[in-house]
């Protein structure tokens, strides 16, 4: 029998001989005959298992009666022009299984899971072939220099391989967290999936540098919400709001602003869903796109307006456009309501104008760019239950706030207070369904805490490897209740290692924002709660580091310059971090009009945890001490081997 090489399997085999002796058993049942029988069983079922880990061309007989869905692999995503990832979850076993299709016979396939898409520090589930044609299925990883290493424990369970002359289709199984300290743990968050193929055989990846394979890299959420989404219903219409063939600026931020009409509803109907039409050839161009309703009588006319949003040539009426109704940022799906609620548009006193603003990013500064996005709505004559609304929490839009170079987490938080919740929520409260997380490009991870009297309840939504370029609205697994008085935080934590200069907040995506979009029903008129560090206490933190640290501050100077004035150093930056966390707030309480609520809205508290929530006991504490028993077994069983 071949030398167990995987741990998992090990495991397995003990624990599977353990629950066996252990169950209640009729007397006489249980003989030293038929313990050694099992333990000959599992061991003909320990070899074939080898086999297969080592071997090619096998066909799983493996049945998925828990598996979530009907289909075995619901979910699926391009890796490259022709190749193909699908997967499937099961949520009662906390498992998750890859299927990847390769359109050409080819020797290896790796898929690695990454933090942040980088080669390094890597998880790797491998198929490779060695020198005399021999197929290998192995868990590896790479360290900090992008070298693999074989994992000793083996976490990847092989289901299938078939190669063939026109494709090679790999499927594997793992735990959503096998609590090894080199395998990822794949969360409901944002997954960095690297994928290369090899042509070539080889004698052991043990000690290649994987970045050499050139890996490709998608972003893809692997663990989706169990929730049903509802199709379009039959009688549902369309309308796209475009983009009129815009010249983009040869800038690096362009926001462009375009009047536009909906159709005119004089009837009330539901948005049941909205999606974005990017213009072919211009996917890297358009970072973002929100359509905005222009909140004015219907007899009202909007002035035409199709330029740049921060042009002092844009028409004073454009403010009313407030009220979102559409959002999409790279990466997102098609947003789909729960079937519950649809947005309301139309009636009698609806004006049909509307502002679509699209975010380009244009890094090259590319010349003769002309772009006709947007985003196209389905709706619908048949009302559903409830209106649904968009609020806006995080960072207000302004320098007030900054991150200091060269910081590997640094924390920016934007505050929905309670005192504005009080304001602007009903006694029933409201119950948020999505959320759209949205940084700029130093953002590595974000969430949203719910705060009630004190008390910390679950987050409204985490992403733990956030990027930029990728940002869906994403589906809750279930509705939250937010009450009046709950406060909702929502921290951004940057990274600014590759940065020389401090990071402002603010439009440009050079600049840092922190916001999370939620989707939420019945609709209330807050539409924005938001903070920034109080205007007063920045003031007078300026003139404390003009005064402590000799910067160069002063009260002539614009943020941005006294922000720049500061020498950053580990000292300086804590204490910025401590200013952040701790000083009162500049909050922004708006109705979906632009007006505040009433109520004075500088030298706001923040609301304090003092009750932290705690998750459930990390399953992982009693599988390590499992494993140092498995381990321990394993040691004492060499030792007998060696001494006989």
Known sequence: ??????????????????????????????????????????????????????????????????????????????????????????????????????????????????????TSNTDWALLWSDLKGKSHFQDYWSDNKSILHRDKGQDYRLIGLTKEEKQTQLTFERAYDTCDRHDYVIDNGTTHILFYTADNNIASPDGVNVSSAAPILQRVQLLKPGVELPSLPDDAHTFEILAPNVTVPAEETTYWCYVATMPRLTAKHHIVQFEAVIKPGNEHLVHHMEVFHCEVPPNKIVPSYNALCHAETKPEQLKSCTRVIGAWAKGAQPFVYPLEAGYSVGGPSYSNFVLLEVHYNNPDRLKGKVDSSGIRFHYTPKLRSYDAGVMELGLIYSNAMAVPPGREIFKLSGHCVSHCTEKGLPKPGIKIFASQLHTH?????????????????????RDNHYSPHFQEIRL??????????????????????????????????????????????????????????????????FTYMKKFFQADTSPQKSLRENYSSIPWTNETSTQLQSLYDNFPLEVECRRSSGELFPGTWTEVSQDRITKPFHADDDPCSEVSLMQDAVMTIEKSELDERTIS
């Not at 397995?12 to 038929?34: D, E, H, K, N, W």
């Not at 590595?444 to 409204?460: A, D, I, S």
């Open 1 to 118: 029998m071949p030398v167990a090489s995987n741990s998992a399997i090990q495991i397995y085999f003990l624990l599977t001989l353990a629950i066996l002796l252990t169950l209640p058993q009729p007397r006489g049942m249980v003989s030293g005959a038929s313990v050694k029988s099992i333990i000959k069983t599992l061991a003909r079922a320990k070899e074939r298992l080898d086999v297969i880990t080592e071997g090619p061309n096998y066909q799983s007989t493996y049945t998925d009666d828990l598996m979530d869905k009907k289909e075995e692999f619901p979910f699926m995503v391009n890796l490259d022009a022709e190749s193909v990832l699908k997967w499937g979850i099961n949520s009662h076993e906390k498992t998750i299984r890859f299927q990847v299709t390769v359109p050409k016979l080819v020797s290896g396939i790796g898929v690695g899971f990454s933090d942040y898409g980088e």
């Open 441 to 461: 490009l130093t953002g590595r991870r974000v969430y949203t805490k719910h705060v009630r009297e004190g008390t910390e309840l679950p987050e409204l939504n």
């Open 476 to 541: 809750l697994p279930e509705p939250r209740l937010v009450y009046p008085g709950d406060g909702l935080i929502t921290i951004c934590e940057d990274n600014t290692m590759k940065r020389e200069n401090v990071t402002m907040s603010g439009f440009s995506i050079a600049d840092e924002m922190c916001v999370n979009y939620v989707h939420y029903y019945p609709k209330v008129d807050l539409e924005v709660c938001k903070s920034s560090i109080d205007p007063g206490v920045l003031s007078r933190y």
